[in-house]
């Protein structure tokens, strides 16, 4: 069944895609032409569908909580990260679908890069120092214009329950922003799902929860800053 349902995964996958593949198109043209609107309108209408399809041929459930204290205004989601569902749970479960930091190895991936352009995804070279700069300082722009982002800090995706240790670039960013709210998110069961290395799912139900808005200042130290931040996910793993 594992097997059925990977084959699945990846026809809905790129299925969705090429099937809407005109909408792609509609949505790129209005992004160089300025129409910000439609494209909007474009993403909110179609990345939660094929996000929460991606969960139904795989056989994930999962459950919400926490979702009143995501703000009405930006913020920066700042989540724990074990497996390749992290993204779609998290576009589903938001309260609209928001760019991402994401491995340059999803640029690489056709179609799919394209429809997480649109979503206001940065993609960023891990072991490149300069490239991840690139990558923070377009982030940072992406949160001045006004947009809310998601940075899964620990770097890549982890076996243990826990986050492990955080990449300082959450602590750069915020600093720029001390008016920007920052939600904690705990993302609990994905691993069992699709583990790190393994490409065959398994229906598990997940769970996702948000937490209050975490105090921070431009004058927040980075290791005091990391270790807050990641004490409020570790603390919504024991609700």
């Known amino acids: ?53 991606i969960l139904r041929v795989t056989g994930a459930r999962m459950t919400v909580e926490g979702q009143k204290n995501i703000p009405a205004g930006p913020c920066v989601f700042v989540g724990n990260h074990r497996s390749y569902y992290d993204i779609p749970i998290l576009l589903t479960a938001l309260d609209a679908p928001h760019g991402i930091l994401a491995k340059e190895e999803l640029e690489k991936i056709p179609l799919l890069n394209r429809w997480m352009k649109l979503l206001g995804c940065v993609f960023v070279k891990r072991d490149d120092i300069r490239a991840s700069v690139k990558a923070l300082n377009d982030a940072t722009a992406i949160v001045e214009s006004g947009r809310s982002f998601v940075i899964f800090p620990e770097g890549t995706r982890r076996p243990q329950p826990l986050p492990s240790e955080f990449k300082s670039g959450i602590w750069r960013l915020m600093k720029e922003f001390p008016q920007v709210e920052l939600i904690p998110v705990y993302i609990e069961n994905l691993h069992r799902a699709m583990p790190k290395g393994v490409l065959l799912p398994v229906p598990t139900v997940c769970s996702i929860r948000f937490g209050a808005p975490l105090e921070h200042s431009p004058e927040d130290l980075k290791e005091d800053f990391l270790e807050r931040a990641r004490n409020a996910i570790i603390s919504l793993a024991q609700p």
């Not at 792609?24 to 609107?37: S, T």
């Not at 439609?38 to 993403?43: G, L, S």
């Open 1 to 53: 069944m594992s097997i059925l349902r990977t084959i699945a995964l990846f026809v809905y996958l790129f299925g969705y895609m090429i099937v809407h593949y005109a909408t792609l198109r509609r949505a790129e043209r209005a992004l160089a032409a300025g129409d910000l609107d439609t494209v909007e309108q474009i993403v909110k209408a179609n990345i939660p569908r094929w996000s929460r399809g």
